[in-house]
């Protein structure tokens, strides 16, 4: 890291700003003080938002984001708000990015996860059901086994995930239906899931 250090300063000096970009963002993990030197040779913010965003800089993502107005700064912010767990706050931006960008299967899961957080369960199932994916199947089980047990023991049984299966084992030994239950602990058993 010292030396690296030393690279990025002399691509500094002598003006290579992409070159020390590259040489600071390699650091971040282990100098936290190379967000600075980042920031210094940063040509576009949105990248640098992205790359703070990766490396769960979310705090230093949104301050530079603070007044950029481009569209794609929206799923930026979006992203660095989830990471803070600052659900109600990354809904409306993963909003405003998918409006016209609404094929991003990424962002909508994102949407879709910050709406469950704060308590929009409807429309976040609405969004895991249209992706229909193993995973976003896996996510709508979870979120609807309070409010529908029977439609969450439905999508458990019909995944391929050994854990998913266990889980509507619980559901309905909860609900005493023991018997139905039974096929499934067998299924488990028989995978090589521990």
Known sequence: ????????????????????????????????????????????????????????????????????????????????????????????????????NYDSEEDQLSLAKALAQFGQIDRAIAIYGSIDTPDSRLVQAQLLEAESPDKAIKLYEALPYPVAWWNATWLLEADGRIKEAMPLYARVAASESY
């Open 1 to 100: 890291p010292s030396l690296r250090l030393e690279l990025a300063r002399f691509y500094e000096e002598r003006r290579d700003s992409d070159a020390a970009y590259a040489q600071y963002r390699l650091l971040l993990s282990v100098k936290p003080d190379a967000f600075v030197g980042m920031r210094r040779n940063a040509a576009d913010p949105l990248q640098l938002a992205e790359d703070l965003d990766d490396a769960t800089y979310f705090s230093d993502a949104l301050e530079v984001l603070r007044d950029v107005e481009d569209p794609e700064a929206s799923r930026l912010r979006g992203l660095a708000h989830l990471g803070l767990g600052e659900y109600q706050a990354a809904a409306p931006e993963f909003e405003l990015w998918l409006r016209p």
